[in-house]
């Protein structure tokens, strides 16, 4: 069962939601902040119920955190100028194809997420898990207001491995590379 009915900040994607940019299995820091554990989540415009699952929950996430985001100011900034996690791929990576026609919402946690495949049997083998599978995410929005930036940021909570990819950053797999060539007698 689903919990995110009692939990409006929270969403689950879709199946074809495409992963890049995975740091899954080991956080990393970025300019020296704390290291964390991240995915950039690639979603398809045409996947309308996901985005408006996104954005649903980034209002929601905006009406719980007013009082974070007031801080010491007189009223609560509109969401309309607060920065927002849900973002255009074809206006902000117009280079990269594989954000073309497709929302992007980058996605972090300090804790490891938990990674199952469309079994739901958790991953193991961290080779299986790279930039450019597609798969579910669940993740969930809350309001931030810190050293003067104010905004809705998105926390990564767990990923389910739908199915494989092409690999986004030019790397290939070795059991890739490796599939079609003829055993060769090396002894010979």
């Given at each position: ?89 074809d206006t902000e990576r117009p280079d990269d194809e594989a954000y073309a026609d497709s929302y992007f919402v980058n996605a972090n946690s300090t804790t490891a997420p938990g990674i199952v495949d469309a ?70």
């Open positions: 069962m689903s919990n995110t009915a009692n939990n409006p900040t929270k969403v689950i994607t879709g199946p074809n939601t495409r992963w890049s940019y995975a740091n899954v299995w080991t956080p990393k820091a970025i300019n020296g902040g704390e290291p964390k554990y991240s995915v950039s989540l690639i979603i398809p415009k045409s996947d309308k119920k996901t985005i408006a699952k996104i954005e649903a929950a980034i209002e929601a996430a905006y009406h719980e955190g007013e009082a974070k985001l007031k801080g010491n100011g007189r009223s609560v900034p509109a969401l309309s100028v607060l920065k927002t996690p849900l973002r255009d791929g079994d739901r049997q958790p991953v193991i083998d961290t080779s299986e898990v790279y930039s450019g599978v597609y798969g579910r995410a669940s993740i969930n929005f809350y309001a931030f207001n810190s050293n003067g930036n104010k905004g809705i940021a998105c926390g990564l909570n767990n990923l389910q491995k739908i199915r494989d990819g092409e690999p986004l950053g030019g790397k290939s797999r070795a059991e890739d590379d490796f599939a079609d060539e003829e055993e060769e007698d090396f002894l010979s």
